[in-house]
């Protein structure tokens, strides 16, 4: 008896049947709905992604310090303060529908 070994080109073809080929238009109503739907999507992310930076800020202010006093350098608020920056330029360019779009995605 032969031992069988799996079929890699069926296992990819059938991974590719969801790849839009440029082939494949859709109408254009459904393109603006989609780039509509996408946009609101963002905005939705950008105000998650800054409530998550409004609770681990008030955490970090809360809680009791674990850095010596006397540290230089203390990360999270750095970290946060970046995120936060991130967050609301990715809010910024939703609003104005100026997000770019990832090609492929």
Same mark, same amino acid.
């Given at each position: 008896?032969?031992?069988? !070994?799996?079929?890699?080109?069926? +296992? ?6 969801? =790849? +839009? !080929?440029?082939? @494949?238009?859709?109408?254009?109503? +459904?393109? =603006?709905? &989609?780039? %509509?739907?996408? =946009? ?7 105000? @998650?992604?800054?409530?998550? #930076?409004?609770?681990?800020?008030? #955490?970090?202010? +809360? /809680? ?5 006093? %006397?540290? @230089?350098? =203390?990360? #999270?608020?750095?970290? &946060? ?5 991130? !967050? &609301?330029?990715?809010?910024? &360019? ?6 770019? /779009?990832?090609?492929?995605?």
């Amino acid at each position: 008896m032969q031992a069988r !070994t799996p079929q890699t080109e069926t +296992v990819l073809s059938w991974f590719g049947q969801w =790849r +839009v !080929t440029p082939e @494949v238009q859709l109408p254009a109503r +459904v393109e =603006r709905a &989609l780039a %509509d739907l996408r =946009r609101k999507s963002e905005i939705l992310i950008g105000w @998650v992604q800054a409530a998550l #930076v409004a609770v681990l800020g008030t #955490v970090y202010l +809360v /809680a009791p310090g674990t850095s010596p006093s %006397d540290a @230089v350098f =203390r990360p #999270v608020p750095w970290a &946060l303060g970046i995120y936060a920056a991130f !967050t &609301l330029l990715r809010l910024i &360019l939703a609003a104005n529908r100026r997000w770019p /779009a990832l090609p492929g995605w």
